[in-house]
């Protein structure tokens, strides 16, 4: 391979973390959530000056941690939704566990207040967390305000029968909402992470799950490898996770100009992994002016010094 990436460029991405903490205890996510930090509070001027100083449309990820447990929620979406140019868009990661009445408070808020810019929330099913229900009931609340556009939900082998009749529901309800099946793999870049890949070897063994993938985001073979000899093939997310073949250690990465992934303290790093990566220094602050353009003015390639990553495809990888 001599290089690696989607076709499709993306809306320059920045991700922010918004918490640590999480109120779920999945197996597959340990240590990518931490309850014991202490998270600082809130404070939207960084993120303001940062998106000024982009000045170019943005896909905002806001996430966690379980970013609705965080008592300014609501405060951050706003000053977010206040900063973004007009073609931006919002898109809030979250497993959905806030109370029915609590949600659909937050939706009226968050409705009234995107005005021209469009908010999505991109769901989770973690099924060993939740009742299906309560997790039912909020999808039909967001989806009544036009913002549910994603529900990922999280597979495990031996619940596959409710698992699967879950999806069925959820498909046929909400026709128009990209619904996948995800198998639960571990995105930490910790090698003793729990069974890191178990989940997407049973999950090529199950026929019918497979079956109900095929035409998942994950599953479609859009990812473009170049070899060495001229040729080219495509691949999909799922592919590269089964073959091991998800590791771009020593290529080039065009994350380091296609998005900043900032933590709920200000700091901000180059790629997802960095985030959860300990030994990893943070390259700047948001807080500081100064270095927060010096830092937008250096956006260029980074060299990959991780061996698994997990999510972020699209960026292209080359020598
Ligand atoms: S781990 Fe980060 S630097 Fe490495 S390939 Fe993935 S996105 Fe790029």
Redesign the pocket.
């Given at each position: 391979m001599i290089s690696f990436g989607s076709e499709e460029r993306d809306l320059f991405c920045v991700d922010y973390r918004l918490t640590s903490k999480c109120n779920y205890n999945c197996w597959y996510c340990t240590d990518m959530h931490n309850n014991d930090r202490k998270d600082d509070q809130f404070e939207i001027k960084g993120l303001q000056n940062l998106i000024k100083a982009l000045n170019r449309d943005i896909r905002f990820f806001l996430y966690g941690g379980e970013p609705t447990i965080h008592p300014d929620f609501l405060y951050a979406v706003e000053g977010i939704l206040d900063a973004l140019e007009r073609n931006s868009i919002l898109e809030i990661q979250t497993n959905l566990s806030v109370k029915k009445e609590k949600f659909q408070f937050f939706c009226d808020r968050i409705n009234g207040h995107r005005k021209t810019r469009p908010v999505f929330f991109l769901t989770s099913y973690h099924y060993t967390e939740c009742d299906f229900e309560d997790f039912f009931n909020n999808c039909v609340i967001a989806n009544r305000y036009k913002m549910l556009d994603q529900i990922a939900v999280m597979y495990q082998d031996d619940y596959r029968t409710d698992i699967i009749k879950n999806l069925k529901i959820l498909r046929k309800i909400f026709p128009k909402v990209k619904t996948e099946l995800l198998p639960l793999l571990c995105g930490s870049v910790k090698e003793n992470s729990p069974r890191p890949y178990e989940d997407i070897d049973k999950f090529y063994n199950c026929p019918e799950a497979l079956n109900l993938s095929k035409n998942d985001f994950s599953f479609i073979d859009r990812l473009r490898v170049n070899y060495c000899d001229g040729t080219h093939s495509y691949v999909s997310s799922a592919y590269l996770w089964k073959n091991r073949q998800n590791s771009?250690n020593g290529?080039l990465?065009d994350?380091g100009k296609e998005r900043i992934v900032i933590d709920s303290n200000g700091d901000c790093y180059r790629?997802?992994?960095?985030i959860f990566d300990e030994t990893q220094k943070a390259e700047h602050n948001i807080f500081s002016k100064k270095e927060c353009l010096d830092f937008l003015q250096n956006m260029k390639s980074?060299t990959?010094t991780?061996d698994k990553?997990f999510f972020?495809f699209n960026?292209y990888?080359y020598y």
């Open positions: 771009f290529m990465c994350v790629c997802f992994n960095q980074i990959c991780y990553c972020d960026h990888r």
